[in-house]
C-alpha cells in the first residue's frame, strides 16, 4: 500500500548528514596511502628488481618469473602490514563494472599449519573460474578456461582486507575476454604510430603517452525511496513517472537548501579515492536535481580508466554508507538530464609536449595542426564505429532518440581553429621550395599560445575540441571509456600510419618534409570536411544535413553494433594488431544478447509493477469514485446529483479505458517476447527487441504517467519524481 511510500519519505526527510572524520594526515600525505606506487616499489622490492618493473611498466618490457617471485613477495610483505589478507586478481569483462575473486594469503602448509603465501606464479596468472562471463561463444564452458594475467602497468591496490591487482581476462586460446587486453594494444598502436610522426618534427622524443580525463556524472537517491521503487533497484531506471512540474520544482527549492548529505557523501569519497590515488579534483552540482559530477585531473589512459571502474564501484559502497543509492544509469528519469561521461583525450610526448595543443612556433603549430587533421580523419572514417563504441541499451535513452548529443558523431572545432584549417586547405602558395627554416615562415595565422575557444563551448557537439584535447562526451555514465578509448585510439593508430606513408611517398619523390607534411594535411583537411560540424547538433536540420554529408545516422543501437564487423573496421583493428575479426564477431554476440537481456528486464519489471501496483491502485481508486457516484444518487435528485457526478464519471471512464490499454499491451508484450525469444540469431533477436519490445514500454508507460496524475495521490503506491529527485 501507499503507507510504505509515505514512511520512506517521511524517514527520508529526517536523516542527517553521516559524519566524516578528517583524516589527521594532510591529502599529500594520505594520497596512494592504499596503493602500491613507485615510493612503495623503492622500499619494498630489491635495487634491481625495482628497476625491471618500473621499465616492464612504463616501457612494456617482458619480465621474467624470477622478477615476478620478487615483486610478490613485496607486494605481499606490504599488504600484510597494511592488514589486507586477501588478494584478488582484478579484471573487466564485457560487462559493466569489474570482477573479482578473493583468495586469502594463507595456504595450507601440509603438515596441519597454514603458511602464509603468494608466489609470482600466483601474481602472474590466475585461471577464474569466468564461465559465467560473457565470451560470445569464444569460450565454451567445457572447452577452455580463460585465465586472467598481471598488467604491471597499473599499480595494486587494497581495498578492505584485500590486495587488488589489475588483469586482463583472456581466453586460453589467446583472445581477448575484457576491455583491458585490447586497451592496452589500442594504447601501444598509437603511440608507436604517433611516435613515428611526431619525429618529422621533434626527433629527441621517445615517448608518446595518451590522457584520459573523465567526468563523471551520477544520480544519488535516498536508499529507502529507492528501496520502494522496483524498477530503480532492478533496472537502474525509473519504467514510469509523472514529471514533476514547474510548481514542484519552485517549491522544492525549499528542499534543496539542505545537501549537506551529499556533501558529506562526497567528501567521504574524495578521501577515499585519493587514499587509493585517484587525483579527484572537481565536484559538482549538475544541471538536473540530485545529479552531481566528479572528475579527477587526467591520467595515462589505462590507468585513467582502471582509476573510473574503481570510483564507481567505490561511489556505490560509499553511498550506501551515507543512506544513498548511486545511479549510475544513463537516464534514470524520463525528461531529466541524463548522465555521460565526458572523455577529454589528448597525446603528449615524453618531452612534455601536449600534441593536441598549440604551440609557440609555426613548427609547434604544423605539429598540432597535423595531429588535429589526423584525429578528425579517423574519426570522419570511423564514425560509424565510433558511435557504435559508445551504444548500449541504456545509453540509447541519451542519444538521439530522446536526448542528445545526437546519434550522429561529428566534431566540434570552434571559430579560430575552423578559420586556420580553412586557411590551410585553401592556401595555393608554392610551397615547394620551402623547407628547413624557411618553413617555419609558413603562412599560418598566429594561433594564441594559451587555449583555443575554450570558452566557445558547442555543449551539443559530441567530439569536441576544448583547447588542447578532444572532449568525447557521447560515453554513457555506466560505461566502460575502454570501450571507446580502444576505437579512437585504434582509429588514430590507423590513420597516422597511412599519414606517414602518405608523406613519405612525397618526400621520397623529392618533395621537402614541411610542404610534403602540408600537402597532405591539406587533402585530408578537404576529405574530412563532413565530420567538421559546429552548429547546433540537436536540431533537425542537422539530422538531415549529416545524412546528406554521408554520416552514420542509425538510430537502432542492435544495427549501430553491425558497424564493428564493416570491413573497414576490421581491416583498422587487424591491422593495428589490437582485435581480430574471430575477437570482433564474439564481442558483436555479446554486445547483442546484453541489449536483448536489458529490454527483457525492462519488459519484465514493467509488466509486472502494472499489474501489481497500477491497475489494482487506478481500480481501488475507480472503486471509489464509483461509491461517491451512487452515494450523490441517494442524496439527491437524479437532474442534480448527475451534475454533480459529471467530472467523477469522466475519470471512472478514464481510468477504465487507461487500465484496459495497460492490461490488452503488457499481454501483448509477454506475446512479443515469446516470439523474440526463440530467435537465434543474437542479433536478429536484439533488432527485434529493439523494433517491437522497446515502443511497447513507452505505450504501456504513458498510460501509467497519466494514471499517476489521476489517481488520488494518498492511494499511489510508488515514491513519484518529485520525492524521488528533491529529497536529499
Ligand atoms: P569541464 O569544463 O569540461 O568540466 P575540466 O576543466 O573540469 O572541464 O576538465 C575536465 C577534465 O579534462 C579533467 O579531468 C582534466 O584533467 C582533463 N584535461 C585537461 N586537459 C587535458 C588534456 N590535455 N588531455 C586530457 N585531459 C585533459
Ligand atoms: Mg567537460
Known sequence: SSELRFRVVETAFKKKAVEVPTPKERPSEYFGKYVFNKAKMFKYLPDKVYQQLIDAAENGTPLNRNIADAVAAGMQKWAVEMGATHYT???????????????????????GGMIEEFSGKLLIQQEPDASSFPSGGIRNTFEARGYSAWDPSSPAFIVDDTLFIPTIFIAYTGESLDYKAPLLKALRAVNKAALDVVHYFNPEV???????????????????????????????????????????????????????????????????????????????????????????????????????????????????QHGFRVLLHEKPFKGVNGSGKHNNWSLSTDTGIILMGPGKTAEDNLRFVTFIVNTLMA????????????????????????????????????????????????????????????????????IPELLIDNTDRNRTSPFAFTGNRFE??????????????????????????????????????????????????????????????????????????????????????????????????????????????????????????TYTKKIQIEARVLGDLAMNHIIPVATRYQSQ??????????????????????????????????????????????????????????????????????????????????????????????PKYRELLFIR
Open 89 to 111: 586478481h582484478w579484471f573487466h569483462p564485457l560487462t559493466e563494472g569489474t570482477a573479482e575473486k578473493h583468495d586469502a594469503f594463507l595456504e595450507h602448509d601440509g603438515k
Open 625 to 718: 469514485l464509483i461509491d461517491n457516484v451512487y452515494k450523490m444518487k441517494d442524496l439527491y435528485p437524479a437532474e442534480k446529483s448527475s451534475l454533480l457526478s459529471s467530472k467523477n464519471l469522466e475519470i471512472i471512464e478514464e481510468i477504465g479505458s487507461r487500465t484496459i490499454f495497460i492490461k490488452e499491451k503488457v499481454d501483448e508484450m509477454i506475446e512479443a517476447r515469446k516470439v523474440a525469444n526463440v530467435i537465434e540469431s543474437e542479433r536478429e533477436k536484439a533488432i527485434a527487441y529493439h523494433d517491437n519490445i522497446v515502443p511497447m514500454l513507452e505505450e504501456i508507460r504513458y498510460h501509467i504517467d497519466k494514471l499517476e496524475l489521476l489517481v488520488d495521490d494518498q492511494l499511489w503506491t510508488l
Open 206 to 320: 621517445k615517448k608518446i603517452t595518451t590522457n584520459l580525463g573523465w567526468e563523471q556524472e551520477y544520480f544519488l537517491v535516498d536508499e529507502g525511496l529507492y528501496a520502494a521503487r522496483p524498477d530503480l533497484l532492478l533496472t537502474g531506471r525509473t519504467l514510469m513517472g509523472h514529471e514533476s512540474s514547474k510548481n514542484q520544482q519552485l517549491e522544492d527549492h525549499y528542499f534543496g537548501a539542505i545537501p549537506t548529505r551529499v556533501t558529506a557523501f562526497m567528501t567521504d569519497l574524495e578521501i577515499e579515492s585519493l587514499k587509493l590515488g585517484i587525483p579527484v579534483k572537481t565536484r559538482h552540482n549538475e544541471v538536473a536535481p540530485n545529479q552531481f559530477e566528479l572528475a579527477p585531473v587526467f591520467e595515462e589512459c589505462n590507468l585513467a580508466n582502471d582509476h573510473n571502474l574503481l570510483v564507481m564501484s567505490l561511489m556505490r559502497k560509499i553511498a550506501r
Open 379 to 446: 574519426v570522419y572514417r570511423h564514425n560509424g564505429l565510433l558511435k557504435a563504441s559508445i551504444s548500449s541499451a541504456t545509453n540509447a535513452h541519451r542519444l538521439g532518440a530522446n536526448e542528445a548529443p545526437p546519434a550522429i558523431i561529428s566534431s566540434f572545432l570552434g571559430k579560430q581553429l575552423t578559420q586556420v584549417l580553412d586557411h590551410l586547405a585553401d592556401s595555393t602558395n608554392d610551397l615547394a621550395g620551402l623547407s628547413g627554416k624557411q618553413g617555419m615562415k609558413l603562412d599560418i595565422p598566429q
Open 472 to 593: 568525447f562526451r557521447a560515453i554513457g555514465s555506466e560505461a566502460n571509456c575502454a570501450s571507446a578509448m580502444i576505437a579512437l585510439n585504434a582509429a588514430l593508430g590507423e590513420q597516422l600510419i597511412i599519414f606517414k606513408k602518405d608523406v613519405d611517398a612525397l618526400i621520397e619523390k623529392g618533395e621537402p618534409k614541411i610542404s610534403a607534411i602540408l600537402e597532405i594535411i591539406r587533402s585530408y583537411i578537404k576529405e574530412c570536411r563532413a565530420i567538421h560540424f559546429d552548429g547546433n547538433g540537436y536540431s533537425d536540420e542537422w539530422k538531415e544535413e549529416a545524412s546528406k554529408r554521408g554520416l552514420d545516422c542509425e538510430t537502432s543501437v542492435p544495427l549501430i553494433f553491425d558497424n564493428y564487423l564493416k570491413e573497414s573496421t576490421v581491416k583498422m583493428f587487424e591491422s593495428t594488431g589490437v582485435m581480430t575479426r574471430l575477437e570482433l564477431v564474439a564481442r558483436n554476440e555479446v554486445k547483442w544478447e
